[in-house]
């Protein structure tokens, strides 16, 4: 019971109360942070907290919210796939990717989507923070861009990549339908 509340619950109340905790700790509360918006551009501006105490919030934010999620997706889908493989080779059985493939697949588009979005700017500003501050400054708007399309299109990506949901949908729309009540007379 303790091993499912450390690898299941804990770190699933952690993606759903970190993100929330953290923006309101160091733009709500924070004394220091003041935001200056500009309606004019894609972004209306960088958040305040990453240009006060030094830029140390923002270079937290870049490694604690942008970096480590991106590095976790990746080492857990390739741990995930290498698992699938080693265990089909220790009970000396064939690795038959017809069957693993629909897998691989799903794995594949939807952690890709999350990664063409977020890639881009994460290594952009991982060069930003390391020396070069002026890297790639006149096409950031438009890889800001480029994140809106992820919870867009994701959506539409889960749709195709599991057809059970589309029918399971269908059918809970059609059993709604059918269970009304009517009045008689």
């Given at each position: ?75 857990t889908n390739i741990t995930l796939i290498s698992r699938v493989i080693y265990e089909k080779l220790a009970r000396h059985q064939a690795v038959t990717w017809r069957r693993h493939r629909r897998m691989a ?81």
């Amino acid at each position: 019971m303790v091993e499912k509340w450390i690898f299941h619950f804990i770190p699933i109340l952690l993606c759903m109360l970190w993100p929330g905790s953290w923006h309101f700790a160091v733009i709500v509360i924070s004394p220091d942070c003041v935001n200056v918006w500009d309606f004019n551009q894609v972004i209306c501006g960088n958040p305040c907290f990453q240009t006060v105490h030094g830029g140390i919030l923002g270079v937290l934010h870049l490694v604690l919210n942008i970096m480590i999620p991106i590095i976790i997706i990746v080492t857990t889908n390739i741990t995930l796939i290498s698992r699938v493989i080693y265990e089909k080779l220790a009970r000396h059985q064939a690795v038959t990717w017809r069957r693993h493939r629909r897998m691989a697949f799903q794995l594949w588009f939807v952690s890709s989507l999350y990664m063409i979005g977020w890639l881009p700017l994460t290594l952009i500003g991982f060069v930003r923070f390391t020396g070069y501050p002026g890297f790639m400054y006149e096409h950031l708007s438009t890889i800001y861009f480029l994140l809106y399309f992820v919870p867009l299109l994701l959506p539409i990506v889960c749709l195709c990549v599991f057809p059970n949901a589309i029918k399971s949908t269908r059918d809970l729309l059609q059993r709604r339908i059918n269970s009304r009540v009517g009045t008689i007379t």
